[in-house]
């Protein structure tokens, strides 16, 4: 209480009227749909275009929630290195190998979609499939 005395006086009210009104309009129902087949959308071309540009490089599965999926490296593949050459191209792509602890029994990119559009989906994946290709054990 004595926290909460020092940093304001009160909740929102104002702010948590609003919302409360734009959840029990609809609103927020409607945007998550929108959001969902918008996302689902970017994911599917995303996909097709990794199994167009980098078949047998890269692969991705289906995911049936979240904002990113992984693209599977060939096997003996430094997912770290090409993650950093992928970075000297411009792109954000996170290896796999950074989250395990121990060595992971396959290198892989953790790749995002929800926040591009398809000419920028299409750019990167291209740019990609450069790094890709010049970096990935085959």
Request: no cysteine; charged share 20%.
């Amino acid at each position: 209480v004595a926290a909460r005395a020092l940093t304001d006086l009160s909740s929102p009210q104002v702010e948590q009227a609003a919302l409360a009104e734009f959840i029990s309009g609809g609103h927020l129902a409607r945007h998550i749909r929108r959001m969902r087949a918008l996302y689902l959308e970017r994911r599917d071309f995303m996909k097709r275009m990794i199994e167009e540009t980098m078949p047998g490089l890269l692969t991705v599965k289906d995911t049936e929630a979240g904002m990113h999926f992984v693209g599977w490296l060939p096997e003996g593949s430094d997912d770290a290195h090409v993650s950093r050459e992928a970075a000297r191209a411009g792109l954000n792509v996170v290896p796999v190998s950074a989250f395990a602890i121990a060595p992971f029994s396959r290198p892989g990119l953790l790749l995002g979609f929800a926040g591009f559009p398809k000419p920028v989906i299409r750019r990167g994946v291209l740019q990609l499939a450069e790094v890709v290709k010049s970096h990935a054990v085959t």
